[in-house]
């Protein structure tokens, strides 16, 4: 089974609106709103690489702005990364199978401490098919989670996927 459950970020905050945030005793989160706690299938370690790499994607979409290529993001992604000591490999190279033979290769766009598909777009409006790619990546590589990035936008915020692939 597989699980999508939208943007998160380092701050806690999720597509939904949602804050994570330690509670007090009373339910209440330092700034006095309550706290809705929200599970995740990935344990903490992984939840933690995949915050830190959303917050570069951030750092760059609001550094550079959107209207320029994939490339230029791609280019500009990983030299924030290597910025923050961040492991990572870019275009990584993995095969498909078929009935356990090799049918095609393909190249994930950036790979995050060995776990965190990253796949880059720049376009103007993502689709269905964009998180069936990612998606598509995750069950061929065996890795756990994918962020599917699109830098056109105003905000990467707005075209920001968290995608998850669930043991069946």
Do not use: W
């Not at 905050?13 to 599970?39: E, L, M, Q």
């Amino acid at each position: 089974m597989n699980h999508y459950d939208g943007p998160r970020r380092r701050d806690g905050r999720d597509g939904t609106g949602i804050v994570r945030t330690t509670a007090t005793r009373d339910g209440r989160d330092a700034r006095g709103g309550f706290v809705i706690r929200v599970s995740s299938p990935l344990d903490e370690r992984t939840e933690g690489y995949v915050s830190e790499a959303m917050e570069c994607g951030f750092v760059v979409h609001r550094t550079l702005g959107p209207g320029f290529h994939e490339v230029t993001y791609r280019n500009a992604l990983c030299l924030e990364l290597q910025a923050q000591n961040i492991p990572f490999e870019c275009e990584k190279a993995f095969v498909v199978r078929y009935r356990g033979k090799p049918v095609s290769s393909h190249r994930l766009d950036l790979v995050v401490r060995g776990c965190v598909v990253i796949e880059l777009k720049a376009v103007r409006m993502l689709e269905r098919a964009h998180e069936a790619q990612v998606l598509s990546y995750l069950k061929a590589s065996n890795l756990p989670v994918g962020l599917l990035m699109n830098f056109a936008g105003a905000t990467l915020k707005e075209g920001l996927r968290r995608i998850i692939l669930r043991a069946s």
